[in-house]
């Protein structure tokens, strides 16, 4: 295939992926669907990314084709509302095709895709400043309803902008890393520039679920890039906690105000502990094959405690809600494949060279981040941080063939 054929194909994935952020995440189904449409219509020019499947893990197709044939079979027969399912199966398979689409772009993609996503992180958190200074806050031409005060972006919930940003500054961190490691000064001077104002937006949200996971996600693969080079760690750690430090006293009010309200909710956290206990019923009454994907919201409120005083489309809790709308065997399936992919990216770790380490290690703090975030809300119900996550987990097993035919030896420092 012809290099500018591979371009095109790279500016489709990349596009779709920022409409999808503008468009309020794609909450709606007209903004979710039209993506859908796209990655399909993107598929139509590139049908040859179908024969990619070949290459993914045996784990990887065996559990998500596994998936999808539950799906299917709820579209069709035992979901509660077959519409919804139908919808959501078109989403998610258009996710998959997009997954394959990014196997067939050449590694050098995987770069420019990174420096993507954190373009789109930089321009969600000026559009935010904006939104929050402007006097009137909106979300594009809509008024803001909720979490006046907060940074949302394109976003109607200051927690799904905080899901997209802990994408972005997983990914934000690798490229500073690779910057440092190949002494690139201008350009790391650049991107911790950056860091800072992201980071900014990102305290701002007030997401206390997002921030916690970040810092977690960090700390642990913290250990991984010590082990590997403590030079480079230091270095890293040492220019990002300077971005973070001033991000942070530029909204300490917001960040310290959010926790200082942890107590008073601690009981219940929210109404969310009294949720995840309604979920179990429903979970119990639909154990095997589930309500049908995407049908939370209609078949809830069946469920839905007399002491949750408003409606709940959504658990709060990405894994409940998975589980009750597949059944806990497409569930546990389904979280099998993506964690052994995950472990994947860890255990390739000493088979990277140093610019590659760098990337994987980025985005595997992005994912673990977003994945940790999923105890707490619901990032993975909003169909462009559900994608994007899918994206990244694309680039990495991308990163990783990449490694493996390359042959390389294991790299001691980075």
């Not at 995840?276 to 009454?285: F, K, P, R, S, T």
Request: glycine share 8%; charged share 10%; with cysteine.
């Amino acid at each position: 295939m012809k290099p500018g054929r591979f371009l095109l194909l790279e500016t489709g994935l990349f596009l779709v992926s920022a409409l999808a952020v503008v468009f309020f995440g794609a909450v709606y189904p007209w903004a979710s669907l039209s993506i859908a449409g796209a990655l399909f219509a993107l598929l139509f020019l590139y049908p040859n990314a179908l024969g990619e499947l070949s290459v993914c893990p045996t784990f990887l197709k065996i559990g998500v084709l596994s998936v999808f044939g539950l799906i299917t079979y709820q579209a069709v027969i035992s979901s509660l509302n077959r519409h919804a399912t139908v919808n959501e199966l078109l989403i998610w398979l258009s996710f998959a095709c997009g997954f394959l689409m990014i196997q067939t772009l050449p590694s050098t993609a995987v770069t420019r895709w990174c420096y993507g996503l954190v373009f789109l992180g930089v321009m969600e958190s000026l559009y935010g400043f904006f939104q929050l200074h402007s006097g009137q806050e909106k979300v594009l031409w809509q008024n803001k309803e909720f979490h006046q005060g907060f940074i949302t972006g394109t976003y109607l919930n200051r927690n799904h902008l905080a899901g997209l940003l802990e994408l972005c500054l997983g990914v934000h961190l690798g490229l500073l890393l690779r910057s440092l490691h190949k002494r690139k000064i201008v350009v790391s001077m650049i991107l911790i520039v950056l860091l800072a104002i992201m980071s900014t937006a990102f305290f701002k949200t007030g997401s206390r679920a997002g921030m916690a996971s970040f810092a977690l996600a960090v700390v642990f693969f913290s250990f991984f890039l010590w082990k590997r080079s403590p030079r480079s760690a230091g270095i890293l750690m040492f220019s990002a906690f300077l971005s973070f430090v001033a991000a942070f006293f530029a909204c300490k009010g917001v960040v310290l105000s959010r926790f200082s309200e942890l107590a008073k909710h601690m009981g219940s956290w929210e109404g969310r502990q009294v949720v995840w206990g309604d979920v179990w019923y429903m979970i119990h009454d639909h154990p095997w094959l589930g309500t049908g994907l995407g049908t939370f919201e209609w078949v809830f409120p069946k469920y839905q405690s007399d002491e949750l005083w408003m409606g709940w489309a959504h658990a709060h809790q990405d894994y409940l809600e998975l589980m009750g709308e597949l059944g806990w065997p497409a569930f546990l399936v389904l979280m099998f494949s993506f964690v052994m992919l995950w472990f994947r990216g860890i255990k390739a770790f000493d088979s990277l060279k140093a610019s590659r380490f760098a990337l994987v290690w980025g985005m595997l703090i992005s994912v673990s981040s977003l994945a940790l975030h999923g105890f707490m809300d619901f990032n993975l119900a909003m169909p462009a941080n559900a994608m994007l996550m899918v994206f990244l987990f694309a680039t990495l097993l991308r990163s990783i063939r990449t490694a493996q035919s390359e042959g390389r030896r294991p790299h001691a420092s980075c």
